[in-house]
């Protein structure tokens, strides 16, 4: 029975040094606490508007997009323009093949 009683003692010790230790590393902690405002819609500056930089950069994006167009089309109408002269000249070899088939046939 007395063994039991040490060993529940030194249990209660051992967890009223535990909260004292506790209680100091709480007493030194410190928090830090970082706030973002959202950013207005009109600019505290003159000469310097969200909507006015954001409206630029869309304009930007449209012309870029705009020339990326014009880039395919660089590439795709000579790759066209190659696929229908080949059309055109198996065409008009077959028929010629054709009608000289029919010819001697």
Do not use: D
Not at 5 to 13: G, M
Not at 21 to 45: C, D, F, G, N, W
Not at 78 to 97: E, N, V, Y
């Amino acid at each position: 029975m007395e063994r039991e009683l040490a060993r529940v003692r030194e249990e209660i010790e051992r967890s009223e040094t535990r909260v004292r230790y506790l209680s100091t590393r709480i007493a030194m902690s410190t928090i830090a606490v970082t706030v973002h405002e959202k950013a207005p819609l009109v600019a505290s500056q003159p000469g310097t508007s969200v909507m006015g930089r954001a409206f630029t950069e869309m304009l930007r994006n449209f012309v870029a997009f705009i020339a990326t167009g014009i880039a395919i089309l660089g590439y795709a109408i000579p790759i066209t323009i190659l696929a229908l002269l080949a059309w055109l000249a198996w065409t008009h070899a077959r028929r010629r093949h054709t009608t000289q088939s029919q010819a001697l046939g």
